[in-house]
């Protein structure tokens, strides 16, 4: 399982979250080839051809905000807190198709900073730190190591 998101909130600022599974032992070789990714993102344009895929992604999926009554008056409600301009779904799909390679690297470069990246990883610390005899990386060279206890769901307990 691999894959990335940007969070898109009105309110405040979004995330962005690339995450995978893998064995322990090539857990930092993983977290290795994310952090060459983000780089590379940041300093390559993309390929026409994706950037027109991604859009049409995001056109096809946007739902209909005005879809029942109700929903027109949440999307309205919605707009006028957040401070939409009155433009903004009838511009919706307009302004996405506009968007070029040299856009989406300028937002690449605004908004992904792989010195403030904070890993999450799930497993055994030791197996982790320990590697592969086939990738030289281990999860202290991405930085300071803290390892968190379970704790029990029920009473948040450290076990």
Not at 34 to 48: G, L, T, W
Not at 105 to 113: E, P, S
Not at 123 to 134: I, T
Not at 135 to 159: C, N, Q, Y
Request: charged content about 25%; proline content about 8%.
């Amino acid at each position: 399982n691999v894959g990335s998101a940007f969070e898109r909130p009105v309110l405040y600022p979004g995330t962005f979250r690339a995450w995978f599974q893998t064995k322990h032992a090539t857990g930092a070789f993983g977290t290795r080839l994310i952090v060459d990714e983000v780089n590379r993102i940041r300093a390559e344009k993309c390929d026409p051809a994706i950037v027109e895929n991604a859009k049409a992604s995001f056109i096809g999926s946007l739902v209909n905000p005005f879809a029942s009554k109700s929903m027109m008056v949440n999307t309205f409600a919605d707009d006028l807190y957040t401070g939409r301009p009155n433009s903004y779904w009838q511009d919706y799909t307009k302004n996405m198709q506009a968007v070029t390679p040299e856009d989406v690297l300028a937002a690449a470069q605004k908004y992904l900073h792989p010195d403030k990246l904070v890993f999450l990883i799930i497993g055994d610390p030791d197996a982790l730190e320990a590697g592969s005899d086939k990738h030289p990386e281990k999860i202290s060279d991405f930085g300071p190591v803290t390892i968190l206890p379970l704790r029990d769901p029920m009473t948040l307990e450290a076990k």
